[in-house]
């Protein structure tokens, strides 16, 4: 399994920002996608997951009813898109995938995203 996330950028406080992991290997299996963020000096927080079996997601109390997280028709490509961005949504966003009932969890490489005026 391969994750490869994009989309990070520079944005001012209430924008928009859409990031994109993009996935292979999977084949049919089932698989628990989830985004993740750690900020400087932090440690990493749990934004978004979503089960590839029915599409239903769970948000982190922090980004709820701003983040929405979708995927493509298939589920090899899952989307956050980030509205009404707060400078504390800044940091390294990173999408994980995990196949029940394994433990073991695949990382994609990260994507800074910057909110600042």
């Known amino acids: 399994v391969q994750l490869v996330e994009s989309g990070g950028g520079l944005v001012q406080p209430g924008g928009t920002l859409t990031l994109t992991c993009a996935g292979s290997g999977f084949g049919n299996s089932r698989y628990f996608m989830t985004w993740y963020r750690q900020a400087p000096g932090k440690e990493r927080e749990f934004v978004a997951s979503?089960?590839?079996?029915?599409?239903?997601?769970e948000y982190g109390d922090s980004v709820k009813g701003r983040f929405t997280m979708t995927a493509d028709a298939v589920f090899h490509t899952v989307y956050l898109q980030m509205d009404s961005l707060k400078l504390e949504d800044t940091g390294v966003y990173y999408c994980s995938a995990r196949q029940p009932p394994y433990a073991y969890i695949y990382w994609g490489q990260g994507t800074q995203v910057t909110v600042s005026s």
């Open positions: 979503l089960d590839s079996e029915d599409g239903s997601t």
